[in-house]
């Protein structure tokens, strides 16, 4: 088993986040992303793009292509009195996420709001927060043939891999949740070495209990 951090940012492909409409940058990539993206949600205040439609719309904006010079600036170049902002946190988050594809954001009316919060002694910090919605979680990368075997087997008795050869695929989906439930039970009844797997990732993954696609190879039992 290989496992390292690069395994855990490459699992996202889908987050959310909320951008509020009473703050300045936030509302500016709103209005662009009306006018520049297809929504392929169908709810009220809420938009689902592809990234790259997401990156091409801010950049239609001079202004916001300008706060992503600050944000360039401040990795080379620290500024003490630099203020972060919506703009500063979306890139810090898609330039870590090398799978993400699509982006969910919702509108907030809310004309109170702060992205403050509290840290270890009572400091306060400026923070993003998002929320990952589906993943792709790709075990061939991390686990040796026996071990995708095992794997394996364990999934068919569950009855979320098909047991019919002609039947099975490379790959299924499921919970976050449920996925590290069941990796427990097969840690806890000494079948397959989990530990490791649920350890290497980081909890918002559990947490946030994004639909994953687990990749899979198989060999014919």
């Given at each position: 088993m290989l496992i390292d951090n690069k395994f855990e940012l490459e699992i996202p492909t889908h987050i959310s986040f909320t951008l509020y409409k009473n703050d300045y940058i936030d509302n500016l990539i709103i209005s662009k992303v009306k006018k520049e993206c297809r929504n392929e949600s169908s709810k009220d205040n809420e938009f689902i793009v592809s990234l790259d439609d997401f990156q091409s719309a801010i950049k239609t904006s001079s202004f916001l292509r300008?706060?992503?010079?600050?944000?360039?600036?401040?990795?080379?170049?620290?500024?003490?009195?630099f203020k972060p902002n919506s703009i500063f946190f979306?890139?810090?988050?898609?330039?870590?996420?090398?799978?993400?594809?699509?982006?969910?954001?919702?509108?907030?009316?809310?004309?109170?709001?702060?992205?403050l919060v509290k840290v270890d002694g009572g400091r306060e910090i400026v923070s993003f927060h998002f929320n990952i919605i589906?993943?792709?979680f790709d075990l061939?990368?991390?686990?040796?043939?026996?071990?995708?075997?095992?794997?394996?087997?364990?999934?068919?008795?569950?009855?979320?891999?098909k047991?019919?050869?002609?039947?099975?695929?490379?790959?299924?989906?499921?919970?976050?949740?449920?996925?590290?439930?069941?990796?427990?039970?097969?840690?806890?009844?000494?079948?397959?070495?989990?530990?490791?797997?649920?350890?290497?990732?980081?909890?918002?993954?559990?947490?946030?209990?994004?639909i994953l696609l687990v990749k899979t190879d198989y060999t014919p039992y």
């Open positions: 300008a706060e992503i010079q600050k944000t360039l600036a401040q990795d080379s170049l620290p500024n003490p009195n979306l890139k810090s988050i898609i330039d870590r996420l090398p799978n993400l594809d699509k982006i969910t954001f919702k509108i907030s009316d809310e004309k109170i709001f702060s992205r589906e993943g792709t061939t990368q991390i686990l040796e043939r026996e071990q995708l075997d095992t794997f394996n087997k364990r999934f068919m008795q569950a009855g979320i891999i047991n019919k050869y002609l039947e099975r695929t490379p790959y299924f989906y499921i919970k976050a949740q449920s996925l590290f439930d069941i990796l427990a039970q097969m840690d806890e009844a000494q079948v397959f070495d989990a530990f490791e797997i649920i350890t290497s990732v980081d909890p918002k993954l559990e947490e946030d209990d994004p």
